[in-house]
């Protein structure tokens, strides 16, 4: 495979339990922090703050599942 297109292409062609293993198995690829960076950026620009706003207040009327189920539900 020599591009991105035909890395997509041949994802698309897995099965779910395919796609969770290609998942896990990024995380043995370095792409040199860059989304560790790029989430620290953000979170102290404030682009994070309405997500969280937003999550606290769905933990306080009850408006969440359990993780099991939300990572089941693939």
Do not use: C, Y
């Amino acid at each position: 495979m020599n591009s991105v297109s035909e890395i997509i292409e041949a994802l698309k062609q897995l099965d779910t339990q395919g796609k969770r293993e290609f998942l896990h198995r990024l995380t043995e690829i370095d792409f040199e922090d860059a989304w560790d960076r790029q989430i620290e950026a953000d979170a102290q620009s404030g682009l994070i703050d309405p997500l969280w706003r937003a999550a606290l207040e769905d933990i306080k009327t009850k408006n969440v599942k359990p993780l099991d189920d939300v990572l089941n539900n693939t």
